[in-house]
């Protein structure tokens, strides 16, 4: 009888031992995982276009306020000490952040997987709309993009980056005269310290000799 207790203790202390070894394999996987899409991730910052790397540099800071901001009105209403506000809160700033990270790794469908939690959550957050459209710019849905962006400054037009990339898609779509409105607006309301602006200045002088080609090809020819 002791000995078929021993047999069964020795049983029981292997199974728990492959289990434990089990979710250590997991978890060792998971951890992997998770490195291996950092590492991707810093990899695949350095070969984004110059343009769109420029854009998403330019952006962070502001989404930080965005975030800090939607924090500390979150708190100020938050009275009574809502748990559910907060939690949505917390919820808002994982997807955001996941949405970045995704974009800037040129993941562009998680990302929007991300901005779509972002916009269940606060439907009228500009930047979230932004990041969108920059999202759906990367898949080349320009049309999608574009209504991103119009969506994004309807909000809140004093975002920057919106009139740049709805500039981008309206340049896309071949409508040189609503990019050049778009990219104009970008310069005129840039702070002398907006790093991208002779760019933009580059982008505009193309998109005119686009309108002045298409202008020539539809006149009529003389005799």
Partial sequence: ???SNNSTNSNNSRRSHRVI???FIVFIALTGSLLGLFSEYFNNKSLLSVDFENRLAGQETKQEEALQNQSEAAASVDINHDPLLHAKQEQLKVYFNQSVIMLHAKKYQLSIVALHKVLEIDPK?????TNMGFSLL???KFGASRDFFLTALALDDSQLNAFYGLALSHAELLEYQSAI????SYIHL???NEPYV????KKLQTWRQAVSEQEE???PSEG
Avoid at 125 to 129: G, K, N
């Fill in 1 to 3: 009888m002791a000995k």
């Fill in 125 to 129: 957050m500009p930047e979230a709309h």
């Fill in 190 to 192: 840039s702070p002398d």
């Fill in 217 to 219: 090809k539809q006149a």
């Fill in 198 to 201: 002779n760019s933009a200045h």
């Fill in 21 to 23: 070894f089990l979710y």
């Fill in 138 to 140: 990367g898949l080349k």
């Fill in 181 to 184: 409105g778009a990219i104009v």
